[in-house]
């Protein structure tokens, strides 16, 4: 006879790592494929068809101009409505207007409005998206394992980054970038059909409340009445602004004239995406008690790309601070979604996500428009120095904050607190990335698609 196996000598999945939490990661993981190789690609379409890097910043401001525009409005439509159906629609926008982009690149020279317009629209759906999808994979996981569930999945979502980035960048240098956004428009479809059987039967109904402006105002009394949360944003607003300018404008000049290309840029981005799978790892096995602490300080080596790209660093040696920016931001992308997770009330999460996105977002059309303009003002060395000490400036500045340092994490059954009665200054809409984080995705930061505000940096 051939002996039964014992179910108990089977591997069990962990507790956190349900069926909603598989299919968030496997959906992630195929637009991290697609999406990394698409950022490189549109920097490069714009090039081929004889635009210059003031066309290049122009581009990637149109994707996150309609993202400043409509987050907060996704925010508060995603804690009324059934998130995984916000995300299916936000993915079939992004799988239309990619799959457009990619037809024009394919077809012809494709005109710089056109390819405004099309990453607009991808912009858009990044908006409605972005702050769904954190508050369904917060809704997702529960208890004193959630940190290692979110750097599980981080874990999976960049460690597709380290084949799209290179994958992407041996496809241009080999067809066209047409080719790639083709990929991930495709990608996008399949994630969005995976994201249509997501369960959220289980998630508490959310009272819709006085109508969508009362809802607003809500989340934002929440998120100002948080020092953490709104100064690590404001942070963010100016880190996530220069990293993208360095990565999605001054990046793909570099490689272009002093690197060889898009292969070495992509090589360059997938040690970014290696680094933020190592950064995953470690977090699976420390749990810093000083959530923000361990995180800020992890923000420093953000620094270090820009300044590689200033020198410019041999391939290999920007590869290395690629590397261990990567690992960096991923220390601080858990911690930080682990801080959100335990202070944040879930019905609330969506919309305090939208703010954390809005604040990192609000600055960056602007620094992507006027990359080029400054670079041909001081250079692009200075401009890339500059960069890199703007990112040490604000980090230093949130340290300095005790609500920052001092946030510990909390041990046993998750319990949020009412929010500390605070004097609120009066800041404009605070900053947060992605993420996941998320950074843009630094991971190509906040020219990509689907990250997760302050942690994320970019990645899908």
């Not at 569930?149 to 496809?171: C, K, N, P, V, Y």
């Not at 790309?305 to 590869?319: E, K, Y």
Request: with cysteine.
């Amino acid at each position: 006879m051939t002996p039964t196996a014992n179910p108990a000598s089977r591997p069990r999945r962990p507790a956190w790592a349900d069926r909603n939490y598989g299919l968030l990661t496997a959906s992630a993981i195929i637009t991290g494929l697609g999406t990394n190789g698409a950022l490189i690609a549109a920097a490069f379409a714009v090039l081929e068809s004889g635009g210059d890097g003031g066309d290049v910043g122009l581009v990637a401001a149109a994707r996150t101009a309609p993202l400043v525009v409509f987050l907060l409005i996704g925010g508060a439509i995603a804690d009324r409505l059934p998130r995984h159906r916000v995300m299916v629609a936000a993915n079939s926008l992004n799988c239309v207007s990619q799959a457009a982009f990619a037809w024009l690149v394919l077809t012809g020279e494709p005109r710089l409005w056109q390819m405004m317009l099309l990453t607009a629209l991808c912009g858009t759906g990044q908006a409605f998206f972005s702050p769904a999808a954190e508050g369904m994979l917060m809704a997702s996981v529960s208890g004193e394992q959630a940190s290692r569930a979110f750097a599980f999945f981080r874990m999976s979502m960049h460690g597709a980054s380290i084949g799209g980035a290179a994958l992407g960048g041996a496809m241009i240098a080999a067809m066209s970038p047409g080719w790639v956004l083709a990929v991930d428009a495709a990608a996008f479809a399949v994630a969005g059909a995976l994201r249509a059987f997501l369960d959220v039967g289980h998630i508490p109904a959310r009272a819709p409340g006085g109508g969508l402006l009362a809802d607003l105002r809500e989340g934002w009394r929440e998120f100002v009445g948080r020092t953490w949360l709104w100064v690590v944003v404001a942070q963010f607003s100016v880190v996530v602004a220069v990293v993208g300018a360095a990565e999605a404008v001054y990046g793909p000049l570099v490689a272009r004239d002093q690197l060889g290309g898009a292969r070495p840029w992509g090589f360059a981005l997938a040690a970014f995406g290696v680094g933020t799978l190592g950064g995953a790892l470690l977090m699976t096995r420390w749990r810093p008690r000083r959530l923000l602490l361990a995180g800020t300080l992890c923000v420093f080596p953000l620094a270090l790309p820009s300044a590689g790209l200033a020198v410019p660093l041999p391939v290999f040696w920007l590869c290395v601070v690629m590397f261990v920016s990567g690992v960096a931001i991923e220390v601080f992308g858990v911690s930080w979604m682990t801080a959100l997770h335990q202070e944040i009330p879930e019905e609330k999460l969506s919309r305090v996500s939208a703010y954390d996105w809005f604040g990192s977002v609000a600055m960056v059309p602007v620094a992507t428009a006027v990359a080029g303009p400054v670079e041909g003002v001081i250079g692009r060395g200075p401009a890339l120095w500059g960069c890199s000490a703007l990112i040490v400036l604000v980090t230093a500045g949130a340290l300095s904050v005790p609500a920052v340092r001092n946030l510990t994490r909390v041990t046993g059954s998750k319990e949020v607190p009412p929010a500390p009665v605070t004097a609120v200054l009066a800041m404009p809409a605070a900053p947060a990335a992605p993420a996941a984080p998320a950074m843009p995705a630094m991971p190509a930061m906040p020219a990509a698609t689907e990250s997760t505000g302050v942690g994320e940096v970019g990645q899908g």
